[in-house]
């Protein structure tokens, strides 16, 4: 069987990795970086904790970026010299070793391609997700519960610390609803692909008649705010109830009725907060959330408007969109993209990297078709 053409592929890797190069305008963000170490470097920039924050948090998410970029250039400069170093001696261990980098680097750097389809508006925003059991009763809890696992596993295979809101337990099993938070640069526009109605088909294991049984869960993605964003909360219409804090079948978890509930009453949006001890902390991180959904209905409402006026009848975005069927076969299928697996197991894991990049390509397709 005939080997790769490594001249060929390897032109084809540096020719992709200087249109992301372009895209990315690495230029800048050298300049941006070093402006930022500037700002760090002085000795009061803690003096602002929120200005701080922002701008350490900015330069860490360049500089990965900057780093994610100049090591796919350095592993595709390398891999050339690899394969003239193997022909020139003619060594077959360092041809398969190289054939096997040629295909790691194929798939890096599609990944980092995928990443360049990321530039609208929120899109380099951290994300608030939210999950909620949908029809189905026990088994819709628990598949719900399934999900949130499965993206905070999704966080943790790429270092993306979580911070969780507020989960509220079902009675039997599984949750009821949770919202969380995952701290990364372009969270927001990776995950936003995932909103919409997920459909699970199993054996029920909590039907002693192991019948199969279908049930849904919603999956909202939403930007993280921040100072820049114009979101202003009448105080007049919001209601705060406090309560006490519940765990797995209702557990105490606080000793204190530290928890809080948001009502914004124009518009019945409800949100929580129980992960701290503090009553204000819960009603700050609250509030955070509260604002992320008000400004993603304002600009819901926003391409609604758009739509109507253009005439567009088709489905919107965040109907049902992924099947998990367990039982009589084994499949996990987008019904947007057409992308699919036949080993469910991993995607619950957290694998889902390539539903991923297939929904950020089918979405980048469909916003070009909705622009013509």
Not at 141 to 147: K, S, V
Not at 149 to 163: F, I, L
Not at 294 to 319: I, M, T
Request: charged share 30%; proline share 3%.
């Amino acid at each position: 069987m005939a080997g790769p053409d490594f001249d060929q592929e390897i032109k084809q890797l540096g020719a992709t990795l200087r249109t992301i190069e372009q895209v990315l305008d690495v230029d800048a963000m050298k300049a941006e970086i070093a402006d930022l170490e500037q700002q760090v470097a002085a000795p009061d920039l803690w003096d602002d904790q929120a200005n701080a924050q922002r701008v350490t948090g900015r330069l860490s998410a360049l500089q990965g970026e900057l780093e994610r970029f100049s090591r796919l250039a350095d592993r595709v400069d390398d891999l050339e010299v690899l394969v003239e170093l193997a022909t020139e001696e003619g060594d077959e261990d360092s041809i398969a070793e190289a054939t096997a980098e040629l295909g790691r680097l194929h798939k890096a750097v599609e990944a980092l391609e995928v990443r360049t389809l990321l530039n609208g508006e929120y899109d380099a925003r951290e994300a608030i997700v939210s999950i909620r059991a949908g029809a189905g009763g026990v088994d819709a809890a628990d598949f719900a519960e399934t999900l949130m696992r499965m993206y905070t596993r999704w966080a943790e295979r790429n270092k993306y610390p979580v911070e969780v809101f507020d989960v509220s337990y079902a009675e039997e099993a599984g949750i009821k609803s949770a919202e969380f938070a995952i701290h990364a640069p372009y969270a927001y526009g990776t995950l936003s692909v995932e909103v919409g109605t997920h459909r699970l088909v199993r054996i029920s294991p909590f039907d002693n008649q192991g019948r199969r049984q279908t049930s849904f869960a919603a999956v909202e993605v939403v930007p993280v705010l921040e100072q820049t964003d114009e979101i202003e909360i009448d105080e007049n219409d919001v209601r705060t109830d406090v309560f006490r804090s519940g765990g797995p079948g209702g557990q105490s978890v606080n000793t204190t009725d530290s928890a809080v509930r948001l009502t914004h009453i124009p518009t019945g949006i409800v949100v929580s907060c129980q992960n701290e001890k503090s009553q204000l902390q819960n009603k700050a991180s609250a509030m955070v959330v509260l604002k992320a959904k008000l400004l993603a209905l304002k600009k819901a409402e926003e391409a609604a408007l758009k739509k109507d006026l253009k005439g567009d009848v088709a489905a919107s975005w965040g109907d049902q969109m992924r099947n998990y069927v367990l039982n009589p076969y084994q499949i996990v299928k987008d019904l947007r993209t057409g992308f699919e697996t036949g080993n469910p197991t991993p995607v619950f894991d957290g694998e889902i990297d390539g539903f991923l990049e297939a929904g950020i390509r089918w979405r980048r397709g469909a916003e070009k078709a909705d622009v013509s």
